[in-house]
């Protein structure tokens, strides 16, 4: 394994700040409870003040206020500030993916690529804000209309979490904004500062272009304040992005007030390669899914399935290029595996590689802790042959950890492939087409690629899996739809008034 120890760095505290501050935002707090450390060595980037209830129903109303004027401007006018807001984004890409290498431990590469998500997505949005199309019907009345109408829908919340702490509340809230929607926004308590970053940029973009500045909160602080948004009437949809258990806790509470909810939960993603696959194209594609972003992204490579015939050579090539990684500093060029997030992931992984091996599990490479310095958690991919498709890996451990399975035949690996309580994201490696076109119409995720890993989504399509992984969708595509309201109107131009099922009356 090829690592490098960062070197310990007292002045990413200044980095951050500077970051910060290029942003438009305020310098920020030491003296809060709310203590900010970065992956890479531990280093306090700040002690912020985490927000209160009171703080959130402020935040709230004022959003509420907000919409009512809104949801009045044209949608396509709305689409100016997000595309401003795209502008600022571009002239701050460096700042921001600064942020989140510190926040979140990426490289820079990765850092860069999620800031540029944000710019796609606020792209798509501005170009959505002409095309929020309604359908009409033809009308069973004569002299009468039937079409449908989308209306803004209120408040939006967005709960996001660490591992993509800018891109996935740009896809909520550049959609939601366009489509006439305030947005009160509750970060990770892991990566404020980026929070903030955005909030800035957000800003400064609504007073350019004389959108109102109540159209965008950020409320930091733990689930207390998650949870008080998620049950407070005033919003309309919560949009939250994280665990399982998370998940379990935010559907039921706002379907109990008959709000609306977007999950984007667990992923447990896996690959299947046949025999015909491309080799040499396989080994990159996993290399980057499964290992890329220290294995923390929720389309994360965490399950591979291959036929027997190809199994032991593909093993020893991904092997191969693992011991050619270099994990470490995410600032430092040639870096390709940061930081994992926390001691708590740190043990997370050591856990399941343990209960791996007792299943039998055979570790062919990595999962040992990599010197780093101060407090972090480095570690070296890893890559288990498993005998079967046991719990440990039925479960999503958020960390770089592969797990190996064989097959024989294509329905045992379709089967094998679904039979994971999550439903993210999936692929297939062949040159059949036809095995190509069986896994498209079989895999129960709501993504499914051929040829490609399962991470590194593009934002034109609807992004979202199923079953545990929580149904919604967001980004592209007409996940817009999930931020407003339709509404079907019939109009009836005659001067006869005939009722529908040529129902009389009187
Ligand atoms: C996530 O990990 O929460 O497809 C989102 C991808 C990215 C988004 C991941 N575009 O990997």
Same mark, same amino acid.
């Given at each position: 394994m090829n690592t490098r120890a960062p070197h310990p760095s007292a002045h990413l505290t200044d980095r951050a700040s500077q970051a910060l501050q290029r942003c438009g935002a305020p310098p920020p707090a030491h003296d809060g409870s709310l203590v900010v450390t970065t992956p890479i060595d531990g280093t306090e980037l700040a002690r912020l003040h985490p927000h209160t209830a009171t703080d959130l129903d402020i935040a709230v109303s004022a959003a509420a206020d907000a919409f009512t004027v809104w949801r009045a401007v044209p949608a396509p006018a709305r689409g100016r500030l997000v595309r401003r807001l795209s502008e600022l984004l571009t002239q701050h890409k460096a700042d921001l993916a600064e942020l989140v290498t510190l926040e979140a431990g990426k490289i820079t590469s990765e850092a860069l690529g999620e800031v540029q998500e944000m710019i796609d997505v606020c792209d798509f949005a501005v170009g959505l804000s002409r095309q929020l199309y309604g359908r009409t019907m033809p009308s069973e009345r004569a002299g009468h209309r039937l079409m449908e109408t989308w209306h803004p829908l209120g408040v939006v919340g967005v709960i996001s979490a660490f591992n993509f702490p800018v891109a996935v509340w740009s896809w909520n809230t550049a959609i939601a904004l366009v489509c006439g929607n305030p947005v009160v926004w509750k970060p990770s308590e892991t990566t404020p500062l980026t929070a903030l970053a955005c909030d800035a940029l957000l800003r400064r973009a609504a007073a350019d272009v004389g959108a109102p500045d109540a159209l965008h909160h950020v409320l930091l602080g733990d689930a207390a304040v998650g949870e008080a948004l998620v049950d407070d009437p005033r919003i309309a949809l919560v949009s939250a992005t994280g665990s399982v258990r998370m998940g379990r806790i935010v559907g039921p509470r706002v379907a109990a007030r008959f709000g609306r909810v977007l999950l984007e939960l667990g992923g447990n993603n896996g690959a299947i390669v046949a025999p015909s696959a491309d080799l040499d194209l396989t080994v990159r594609a996993v290399v980057f899914a499964a290992a890329g972003t220290a294995g923390q992204r929720c389309t994360t490579l965490r399950r591979l399935i291959v036929h027997r015939s190809v199994a032991d050579e593909l093993v020893r090539r991904i092997a191969a290029a693992y011991s050619g990684l270099r994990v470490g500093d995410p600032f430092d060029e040639g870096v390709l595996v940061g930081p994992l997030i926390s001691g708590r992931a740190h043990e997370a992984m050591r856990k399941a590689l343990e209960r791996a091996e007792l299943d039998g599990?055979?570790?062919? %490479?990595g999962g040992e802790r990599v010197d780093g310095p101060g407090e972090s958690f480095y570690v070296s991919p890893a890559l288990v042959r498993m005998p079967a498709q046991t719990e440990v890996v039925r479960e999503e451990t958020f960390a770089p950890i592969l797990y190996v399975l064989t097959y024989d035949d294509f329905d045992e690996a379709i089967a094998l492939h679904n039979a994971v309580p999550q439903g993210l994201a999936s692929s297939i490696f062949t040159t059949d087409s036809r095995e190509a076109e069986r896994f498209l119409a079989s895999s129960d995720c709501g993504i499914a690629n051929v040829?490609? +890993? %399962? #991470? +590194?989504?593009?934002? +034109?399509g609807a992004f979202g899996g199923e079953k545990e992984t929580g149904g919604g969708r967001e980004s +592209? #595509?007409? #996940?817009?739809k999930a931020y407003m309201r339709r509404a079907t109107n019939t109009i009836n131009y005659s001067d006869e008034l005939p009722l529908a099922q040529g129902v009389e009356f009187g």
């Open positions: 599990g055979v570790r062919v %490479t040829n490609i +890993g %399962t #991470s +590194g989504a593009e934002i +034109g +592209g #595509s007409d #996940s817009w």
